[in-house]
């Protein structure tokens, strides 16, 4: 089988298997190689590592994970793909193909029987739709992993990385950095894809802390603290949180955890770290 990652080979196989492109499914396959060569660098790939990809399509970035990785799984949701798949990949020993969505697979289980356990790298040319549950759903149900490399929007790689003060610093940001550490790896623009997307695309890198970065005593109350402020962007920080359904402080209450952190009344949320939002939590803790 040729090497796929080039226009030619892409329509060859898909002129052969009479293959439709499913836009609910964000299918955007890969035509440049330099782009496919920077995600397995990203992602720093060895022959010791247990790869899942999530959204395999023909196989393009599969068929470099094969070469490059000890063993990959790779989950397709669209069965179309699935003899298209057994050829592209007939020549690797080392690849499963699962027609699965990635939402509802049992990673765990499926971790615990084929690699001990033991942590995993992801990588993917994420399908844009569900970029972000993608994402926060390998976090929050607490896979272990190694590092996340994927291709998403390029705006939201921006928002991803961004720091406090920064037009693009937000909840993603928030909730991503709790559990990782962003690096951008490359921007790729629509013509790397087939078809074309919309918007421009960035290769983002997120290692996983092996320590948390900060101690928080009531995750769900930060990330709500999290939620309220960047709802209500333009208000203060203690109006938001005391105007949000979700929180029951008054005002009084804020005011005095922000004082107590040394942080004034009129700040806003989007001006905050996380450090200070684990503070924030834990001091509200105490206080209520
Ligand atoms: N990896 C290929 C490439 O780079 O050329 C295809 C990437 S394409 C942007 C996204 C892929 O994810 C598509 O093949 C699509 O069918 C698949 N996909 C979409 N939703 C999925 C889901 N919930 N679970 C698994 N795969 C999904």
Redesign the pocket.
Known sequence: MAK?GNPKNTIEILNKYKFVF?KK???????DTHV?DKIVKAAEITKDDFVL??????????QYLCENAREVIA????KA?IPILSETLSEYQNVTVLN??????DLKTLIKERNNGNPIKVV???????TTP?IMDLFERQIPLINVTV?VQKEVADRMQASPGSKDYGALSLAVQYYAKPYIAANVPPNC?MPRPNVGSAVIRLLLHQDPPIIVKDEVLMFRLIRASFNQRRKTLVNGLNNSPDLSFNKEVIMEALHSLGLSEKIRGEALSLNQFASLANRLSELN
């Open positions: 796929l499913q499914f964000g299918q955007n396959f890969l035509i496919l990809e999530i959204g395999p399509g023909i196989g393009t970035l599969t989950v397709e949701i669209d793909l699965e969505d990635i939402l509802k697979i993917a040319n994420l399908p844009y739709y569900i993608i291709m894809f």
